[in-house]
């Protein structure tokens, strides 16, 4: 069953790519970006992985399920994985993933992503903690969903819903909780892996760009 604990974890994989596999993924979407139709139109905009980099990725990630699973041990597998490029001035905002679906199966767990572009200054992933009641909804779940009994559950802001808004800003009731930010200087090839119900996102780009793969992790 899956804990509470696990929804609100950090975890690094330090070598999730290998020097040749960030060398091959940094050349696959060189040759996609080509393509002036393929390179995200939005700030944050997610489009899925070309089907050469998911099988890189797929592999990375088996090879670092052990690691993963000794903070989010009911992890089991990854979803099909997705790519962004930031962009001088862009950023992703703060905001919360969480667990739209909790009964349905795969169940998401948390997310997992890794550079294989670092800009040259800015484009820093951080999560943010707090213990404001703000974030969470009340709910609670248990053994019938797949839960610890009385697991609760935060609001959601997921990628997808946050693209319609062209992930603009954040959520009004998210900017009114007090946090605490803590950044992660993960340079490319390093893998992050945390929660659902972690408040997360990017700092602006100051120079340079990031290019960079997330997926979900699942039961």
Known sequence: MIHISETLMVQTVEDFLAADELAQLNKIM????????????????????????????????????????????????????????????????THLDGIPAPAASPRRIGRIGVTIGDAEQGGLFYIETTSSPLPWTGAL????????????????????????????????????????????HAPAGVAVAYGAHLIHGVTPVVRGRVRKFVTDLTD
């Open 141 to 184: 779940v248990g053994e019938s969903e797949g839960y610890v009994p009385g697991t609760p559950l935060t609001r959601c802001l997921s990628h997808q819903a946050a693209a319609v808004r062209e992930h603009a800003e954040e959520a009004g009731w998210l900017e009114a909780a007090p946090t605490s930010r803590w950044t992660a």
């Open 30 to 93: 060189d040759i996609e970006l080509r393509s002036a139709a393929w390179p995200p139109a939005r700030q944050a905009e997610v489009l899925p992985a070309p089907v050469d980099a998911e099988d890189i990725l797929q592999v990375a990630t088996a090879r670092a399920l052990p690691a993963v699973r000794r903070a989010m041990p009911s992890v089991r597998a990854a979803a099909a994985w997705g790519f962004t490029e930031l962009w001088e001035g862009q950023k992703v905002p």
